[in-house]
């Protein structure tokens, strides 16, 4: 077992470069620590990479850089995201388990905000909403704003007091929430969800294959490209954040269900096939991790040196006027 947990980070820890600051904690209260050991208080600094994991009636706020706040709840383990391409005002997370609450401030058109769950994404621009994960079921309820959620099926918005509940196999289904409290909601939908199903494994699987299967046609399709846009450079980073994310969550909620049912035949199966998966997954976020590195720096390089050329141009327009 310790040898597939070691397997796990790598997939989250592969190919990272330089972590960059992202915010820092605000507020505490009880067990709230990194995933490497360390323990959070009050002013230190938050980056990406980290994974950020609080106790049994414990809560962490973290402030951004941008002035937007989040607030972690109690049992959770959230991946902070690396951003990989333009960093101005991007901001990504991944719900691995737990709840995490975010008041986003506005942010432009260049940047993003995204919540990753091992069954969906919810993106914003500025608005206030609280993403949910237990057993791998996924809850997404809005404040103010709006929410675009994505389970690879459909996008919906989703707008104020409405609750969004996608289950394992993508199935979404949308309620009316009269009265938000996110930590009392976050304590019904924990207690709701708390009973993982044998069956649930079979569901994981399937993600995990479906997941590999769409990065390798569309990194073949990127590859095969001599250059890409940057809508397209942007396009394989959200890839990149959501493999990572979901990944990590589905092989939470599969080793979960294993130690459970362990000696269920079906679940023994299923389980050895998502760690055949996960290997090709890990291989996808390298490759992926090492095509962001390349096609960012040939698009810095051409844009330095058209910015170059148009300096000269300009340059020898004030000569020519001059003479």
């Not at 820092?24 to 360390?38: A, D, M, N, P, R």
């Not at 919906?156 to 979404?172: D, M, R």
């Not at 996808?284 to 960012?296: G, P």
């Amino acid at each position: 077992m310790k040898k597939i947990i070691v397997f796990i980070m790598l997939i989250v820890y592969s190919g990272l470069s330089a972590q960059d600051i992202i915010g820092k904690v605000i507020f505490k209260v009880g067990s709230c620590k990194l995933e490497k050991g360390q323990n959070l208080n009050v002013n230190n600094k938050i980056k990406e990479g980290d994974v950020i994991i609080t106790g049994k009636s414990s809560i962490l706020k973290i402030e951004l850089n941008n002035g937007s706040v989040i607030k972690i709840m109690p049992n959770s383990k959230i991946i902070v995201n690396i951003i990989k391409t333009n960093k101005e005002n991007r901001y990504a997370f991944g719900v691995i388990n737990g709840a995490i609450d975010s008041g986003v401030e506005k942010i432009n058109e260049k940047g993003y905000y995204r919540v990753y769950t091992p069954t969906a994404v919810a993106g914003v621009r500025g608005t206030s909403f609280t993403v949910m994960v237990v057993n791998g079921k996924s809850s997404i309820i809005v404040k103010s704003g709006k929410v675009i959620v994505d389970n690879d099926k459909k996008q919906i918005e989703v707008t104020p007091n409405i609750k969004v509940t996608i289950e394992i196999n993508g199935e979404l289904e949308k309620d009316k929430e009269e009265k938000i409290d996110e930590e009392k909601d976050y304590e019904e939908f924990t207690k709701k969800t708390e009973d993982v199903k044998a069956e649930n494994i079979e569901d994981t699987y399937s993600k995990l294959s479906e997941i590999e299967k769409k990065n390798n046609q569309r990194l073949e399709q990127l590859k095969a490209k001599d250059k890409l846009t940057e809508e397209e450079l942007d396009e394989i980073e959200y890839l990149y954040q959501k493999t990572v994310s979901q990944s990590k969550g589905l092989y939470t909620l599969s080793e979960t269900i294993f130690k459970k049912y362990k000696d269920n035949p079906l679940v023994k199966r299923n389980f050895y096939q998502v760690q055949s998966t996960l290997k090709t997954i890990e291989d996808q976020i390298k490759d992926m991790d090492e095509f962001i590195e390349k096609m960012s720096k040939e698009i810095e390089e051409f844009t330095e040196k058209t910015s170059q050329d148009i300096d000269d141009l300009e340059k020898n327009f004030i000569k020519k006027k001059n003479k």
